[in-house]
Each structure stands twice: as structure tokens, then as C-alpha cells.
Nanobody, 135 residues
């Protein structure tokens, strides 16, 4: 059974950086989109960003991030290791939460953050990694 594994979380001061990694036992070709999500204490789960491939013949190249993290967070992949990264810079207190990666096996349209990074479209999830931003 496929599953995702996140790593790289921890405690960081405001303004600091972390890089989260996501690995999956059947990554990458069983998914069209890999997403990053977070759940902050007392808040609903939200999409942080996602990375997608256009079709079965391409790799994951099209990334999207939420407005709240734009300019600070980026999503990338390491094709040789089959990993998906969430690079988080200039972290803020409000970035605290449990971060999850997940995979969507369905080809969604249109190609936009709202469509591709919607958490309810994802089939397979990891257990999450805690990110705490505190001084």
C-alpha cells in the first residue's frame, strides 16, 4: 500500500528556514500532483502548495503556492531521488503547524492553485511533520 513520508520539520526562530522532504513508495508516476498542506492549531487544514506534471510523459515541473506563502515557500523535486521538497524561508509564527504531503492520482483541470492544491482532491497522505516557529 502506497504511503507518503514527510521529514525535515522542527523548531525554528522567526525569519529562519526549513526544508521539508516528501517521499512515497510509489512516487512518482502514480500521481499527477503532489501537494503540501498544513494544519495549524485551532485552524482548518489548508493547501500550502503543490507541484504537477502536465501528462504521463512529463515530470513534475509546474508548481503553485498559496498567496500567504508566496515569495517565501517554494516546491521542487529531486528526480534522481524521487523526492519532493518544500523550502520554507522567512518563517513566521503563523507558519506553525503540522505539514503533510499527499498525492493526487487524478488529472485535474484547470491548472491553477485552487484546483490542483485543493486538499479534498488528494488520495494518499503522509503522517505529517511538525513545524514550530517560535523565539
Amino acid at each position: 500500500q502506497a504511503h507518503f513520508v514527510e521529514s525535515g520539520g522542527g523548531l525554528v526562530q522567526p525569519g529562519g528556514s526549513l526544508r521539508l522532504s516528501c517521499a512515497a513508495s510509489d512516487f512518482p508516476y502514480n500521481y499527477y500532483t503532489i501537494g503540501w498542506f498544513r494544519r495549524a492549531p485551532g485552524k482548518e487544514q489548508e493547501g500550502v502548495g503543490c507541484i504537477s506534471r502536465g501528462d504521463e510523459s512529463t515530470y513534475f515541473t509546474d508548481s503553485y503556492v498559496a498567496d500567504s506563502v508566496k515569495g517565501r515557500f517554494t516546491i521542487s523535486t529531486d528526480r534522481t531521488k524521487n523526492l519532493v521538497y518544500l523550502q520554507m524561508n522567512n518563517l513566521k509564527h503563523e507558519d506553525t503547524g503540522v505539514y503533510y504531503c499527499a498525492g493526487n492520482a487524478h488529472h485535474e483541470f484547470p491548472a491553477s492553485f485552487q484546483t490542483l492544491c485543493a486538499w479534498n482532491r488528494y488520495d494518499t497522505w503522509g503522517q505529517g511533520t511538525q513545524v514550530t516557529v517560535s523565539s
